[in-house]
């Protein structure tokens, strides 16, 4: 079978594009280059340089390379849209799989579709979002998930909601968790961990935030929830929000200057790869009370690095956190602050946290989620064989 996996969004870019999305897409073709299955690939990425950038290299995999810059969001979904149908036709392409949300306008008859639903946060929380999002999303995420011969929910959370408010059968969406690096998993030596916080000035300690910076991060609670924390007990960590720019955040910055915290809420700006580990591991604790997740894969990688975490109770995050995080309203700063010293200050707790974290990195690893991908794949292929089957019946009936 020949699958066309269309990876435009996969970046390296040291900013925001190289998180979430990004990283699905580049952990999907680097475990699909050890475990191809009896499949061949070709895989459609935005410009040589990205090919060069990927170590995914196997001889059933074929690199195709678009000629639109990262920074032409538009251009690339003229491409998608209008040009990639044809180049699905002319190389006889059985299966597309589009791992972020859409498909193109139209495809041949014989390609079936795979989509990969990372979130419906345009439905749930459009708000947060910018207006040109939300058109773009509801123009072609909506279409997309209903043509799909097959969706992928990054979670049962984000499955439930295509269902109920999309509408599409259940029987049609499977479950594919993303998988962690295993390089969270691998356990640091204390004073590797002590000569990074020295570096990073913070020898006390500190919370950690992972990940973009915008309105569905819940950010300004958790300033409140944390500046409770340091005016009702003596801790001295501070609050790490690590994480590029996304959009509408403005109000985070004005949040630490009104309660006077510049000091204590520090902003390292976006984490390369190869420091990500390490800020998990050297944190006292990891706090990520987002408003609604598709999945969540901080707190996955936080509980997998061994490191005591606080979520939200809300859309997946209990499934990322697995039972081992803590789970709390996202709009109860009480709430939150207390989780937040338990999580500093439970010895019980933290120690708990260290012994199962090899067993999450195991649950979440990209093994699993390839070949539960690849299964999608052939089901997407005999489902699509079996309505052309039907179709031609039905036209000489």
């Not at 609670?221 to 509408?248: C, F, P």
């Not at 604790?285 to 999945?295: D, I, M, N, V």
Request: net charge neutral.
């Amino acid at each position: 079978m020949h699958i066309g996996i269309n990876a435009q969004l996969l970046s390296f870019s040291q900013n925001y594009r190289n998180s979430g999305v990004s990283r699905y897409i580049r952990s999907l073709l680097t475990e699909l280059a050890k475990q191809p299955g009896e499949h061949v690939y070709t895989v459609f990425v935005n410009g040589e340089e990205i090919a060069e950038h990927l170590n995914a290299r196997h001889a059933q995999i074929t690199y195709v390379s678009a000629p639109w810059p990262e920074s032409r969001p538009a251009a690339r979904v003229a491409w998608e849209q209008f040009t990639l149908p044809d180049m699905l036709r002319r190389k006889h392409i059985d299966v597309l799989h589009s791992p972020v949300n859409v498909l193109p306008a139209w495809l041949p008859s014989n390609c079936a579709s795979v989509v990969t639903l990372h979130d419906l946060a345009f439905l749930r929380f459009p708000e947060v979002l910018t207006r040109a999002k939300r058109l773009y999303h509801r123009t072609f995420t909506v279409r997309s998930l209903r043509h799909a011969t097959m969706l992928i929910a990054v979670s049962e959370s984000t499955r439930q909601d295509a269902h109920k408010l999309v509408g599409i059968p259940l029987e049609k969406i499977q479950t594919v968790y993303p998988c962690i690096h295993e390089h969270f998993s691998n356990v640091l030596e204390e004073e590797q961990i002590k000569l990074f916080r020295q570096k990073k000035g913070l020898d006390t300690g500190y919370i950690l935030y992972q990940g973009t910076l915008e309105p569905r991060k819940n950010i300004p609670t958790l300033i409140d929830a944390y500046a409770q924390l340091r005016q009702n007990s003596l801790v001295r960590e501070k609050l790490v929000l690590a994480g590029g720019k996304g959009w509408l955040y403005d109000a985070i910055f004005e949040k630490v200057r009104q309660l006077n915290m510049e000091t204590e809420v520090l902003f390292p700006g976006f984490v390369a790869d190869s420091e990500q580990a390490l800020w998990y591991a050297a944190a006292s604790a990891f706090a990520y009370p987002s408003l609604y997740e598709g999945f969540g894969l901080p707190v996955a990688e936080a509980i997998a690095s061994g490191v005591p975490t606080v979520t939200s109770n809300v859309s997946s995050l209990p499934e990322a956190g697995a039972g081992v995080a803590l789970c709390v309203d996202p709009h109860d700063v009480q709430a939150l602050s207390e989780a937040f010293y338990k999580a500093l200050n439970d010895t019980a707790f933290r120690q708990q946290c260290q012994r199962m974290a090899s067993s999450i990195a195991e649950r979440f690893s990209a093994k699993t989620m390839v070949e539960q991908t690849i299964r999608v794949y052939e089901q997407a292929a005999a489902s699509n064989v079996q309505q052309g089957r039907s179709h031609y019946i039905l036209s000489n009936s």
